[in-house]
């Protein structure tokens, strides 16, 4: 079952926090590099967070470093994105992803495994 499960999105006010989970059964998470993108309305898919391989390295884009944590919990085979801080521009469509290369940053492309992604929206 190579199928991912997302949860957490919703509304939060800026300045709040937020906890996406992403459950990918069917991996092994020390095996791959699984993290997130999101798409914001009229803006290109980016690459926000990942975490991979048995180390556990990751890697953040630079508009979340400091405000957004990932983790993973390898028995669970769940991967967690802690945000916080979240303004506004942080509102999109939230994609987990699984790249089994362990690229990390993840790279945007047919090669990984998507999930059906979570909206979140930051606003007032």
């Known amino acids: 079952q190579t199928q991912l499960v997302e949860s957490g999105g919703g509304l939060v006010q800026p300045g709040g926090s937020l906890r996406l989970s992403c459950a990918a059964p069917?991996?092994?998470?020390?095996?791959?590099?699984i993290g997130w993108f999101r798409r914001a309305p009229g803006k290109e898919r980016e690459g926000v967070a990942c975490i991979s391989g048995p180390a556990g390295s990751t890697n953040y884009a630079s508009s979340v470093k400091g405000r957004f944590t990932i983790s993973r919990d390898d028995a669970k085979k769940t991967a967690y994105l802690q945000m916080t801080s979240l303004k506004p521009d942080d509102t999109a469509l939230y994609y987990c992803?699984?790249?089994?290369?362990?690229?990390?940053?993840?790279?945007?492309?047919?090669?990984?495994?998507w999930g059906q992604g979570t909206q979140v929206t930051v606003s007032s």
């Open positions: 992803a699984v790249d089994p290369y362990l690229a990390c940053p993840l790279v945007d492309d047919d090669a990984n495994i």
């Open positions: 069917g991996f092994s998470l020390p095996s791959v590099s």
